[in-house]
């Protein structure tokens, strides 16, 4: 009884598969993905900071073995500790710094398809802007008290020209405008040459762009304008043998009425262009016997070497002669001469000669001049617009001519006198230099 149950009980388990074999299920393997494919980063004020996820897509689990950088101007920031497994479904994040440069980031794993995977990195800076100046172009004079347009474009490869920031600046004053271009990048100011000073200098347009980055072009200019100042009343006067200021009579003297005397006196502090220049001033001459005469000389400040020119001929700024042994003095001269010395000057009368540097042998031009010995003012006025020369005593016009020469150097205006055998008193009172800026 007991058997058959049983061989019923066995029979009826074979019946259910108790001794079948189950199929075996089948994983996929594991696939890595990253996201971004690629990054690409322009334009940059400063290092980029950029994420890579690396997931895995697959059933089965992936490994990461490593990760690199191969190139220039990134490196890994911040990764996970290798190796990692991921299982199906994971994700981790690599983070990458960018400067300027191409490089690939470099994920190897176990995915059996793909054990290599590369994004591409690609960081580029941010260029300053692009600028130019129109108007003016280098070189260009303003003329005195007249305004001019100032013209220029300024451009950005990242931003639009509208965004950016522009100053116009002048070498001499400082800021001139500012502003933003237009959007064609065009960009104009107004030089108002009532506000600006005189004087060489040069115009500078600047660009800013949302980096801070700048970009600038220059250009020289000269602003035209008259300086007139009252020489006299400056400090810096260089006297050498008998020149001095009279206090007394308030003017300059340059020689007593004593035999053998010579004198300069220059004002150094306010040197001139020498080729262009009115220099107007009160002469007396007299009180003696009669001699030598003065000067109006404009002295190279690059080539003199000495403030005093030679005695007799030389009237204390001559040379070059056998009448005087000079030191001749380097420069332009207009003398007024009242004593005749035989094979030197081309009249017995007095006269006015204007020569080049301190040669007495060589007059450019003269003319004859009344008596100039009266114990008396006269007013001289001299006009040097290179090179042409004008010269007026007592408002009578008696040189007005072109005299070539070499006029294209800074001056220290003076006066020289001298006196011989014969004696005057020279004396100078009420200058007044008027110095033009620009060439």
């Known amino acids: 009884m007991r058997a058959s149950v049983l061989a019923l009980v066995?029979?009826?388990?074979?019946?259910?598969?108790?001794?079948?074999k189950r199929p075996v299920t089948e994983v996929d393997p594991p696939a890595i993905s990253v996201d971004p494919g690629s990054i690409e980063a322009t334009g940059l004020c400063a290092a980029t900071e950029q994420e890579v996820r690396v997931r895995n897509d697959g059933e089965g689990a992936l490994t990461i073995a490593d990760v690199a950088v191969e190139g220039d101007g990134w490196t890994v920031t911040s990764a996970p500790s290798l190796p990692l497994v991921l299982a199906s479904g994971e994700s981790t994040i690599i983070e990458v710094e960018g400067t300027a440069g191409e490089a690939n980031l470099i994920v190897r794993s176990d995915d059996p398809v793909h054990p290599r995977v590369d994004v591409p990195l690609l960081a580029a800076l941010n260029t300053p802007p692009t600028v130019s100046i129109a108007a003016p172009t280098s070189g260009v004079i303003f003329a005195e008290g007249a305004d001019y347009l100032l013209e220029g474009s300024a451009t950005d490869a990242e931003d639009p020209a509208e965004t950016l920031s522009v100053e116009w600046l002048g070498g001499v004053d400082g800021l001139i405008g500012s502003g933003s271009p237009a959007a064609d990048g065009t960009t104009t100011w107004n030089w108002a040459a009532s506000s600006r000073s005189a004087g060489p200098q040069g115009v500078t347009l600047t660009a800013t762009d949302a980096c801070g980055a700048t970009g600038s072009a220059s250009t020289d200019i000269c602003q035209d304008g008259a300086n007139t100042y009252?020489?006299?009343?400056?400090?810096?006067?260089?006297?050498?043998?008998?020149?001095?200021?009279?206090?007394?009579?308030?003017?300059?003297?340059?020689?007593?009425?004593?035999?053998n005397q010579v004198g300069s006196a220059f004002e150094t502090s306010s040197p001139v262009n020498a080729d262009n220049v009115d220099i107007d001033f009160y002469v007396y001459i007299g009180g003696g016997t009669g001699a030598d005469g003065l000067s109006l000389t404009a002295l190279d400040t690059a080539r003199y070497a000495t403030f005093l020119g030679g005695t007799g001929c030389g009237i204390g700024y001559g040379g070059s002669a056998d009448?005087?042994?000079?030191?001749?003095?380097?420069?332009?001269?207009?003398?007024?001469?009242t004593y005749y010395n035989g094979g030197v000057d081309p009249?017995?009368?007095?006269h006015l000669a204007f020569t080049f540097d301190g040669d007495v042998d060589a007059y450019q031009?003269?003319?004859?001049?009344?008596?100039?010995?009266?114990?008396?003012?006269?007013?001289?006025?001299?006009?040097?617009?290179?090179?042409?020369?004008?010269?007026?005593?007592?408002?009578?016009?008696?040189?007005?001519?072109?005299?070539?020469?070499?006029?294209?150097?800074?001056?220290?205006?003076?006066?020289?006198?001298?006196t011989g055998g014969e004696t005057n008193e020279h004396r100078i009172d009420e200058l007044t230099v008027t110095d033009y800026s620009c060439d």
Do not use: K, R
């Not at 020489?231 to 340059?254: I, K, P, R, T, V």
């Not at 290179?386 to 220290?412: E, K, M, R, W």
């Open 10 to 20: 066995l029979l009826g388990c074979s019946d259910y598969g108790i001794n079948e």
């Open 230 to 259: 009252d020489a006299l009343a400056l400090s810096a006067w260089h006297y050498e043998g008998s020149a001095a200021w009279d206090a007394g009579s308030s003017n300059l003297l340059l020689t007593p009425a004593t035999t």
């Open 365 to 418: 031009a003269w003319a004859t001049l009344p008596e100039m010995e009266d114990t008396g003012w006269h007013y001289v006025e001299v006009s040097v617009v290179a090179p042409h020369v004008s010269v007026a005593i007592d408002g009578v016009l008696y040189l007005d001519q072109d005299i070539p020469g070499n006029y294209a150097f800074s001056a220290f205006v003076g006066f020289t006198a001298g």
């Open 323 to 337: 009448c005087t042994a000079g030191p001749a003095l380097p420069g332009w001269t207009l003398e007024i001469d």
């Open 347 to 350: 009249t017995a009368e007095d």
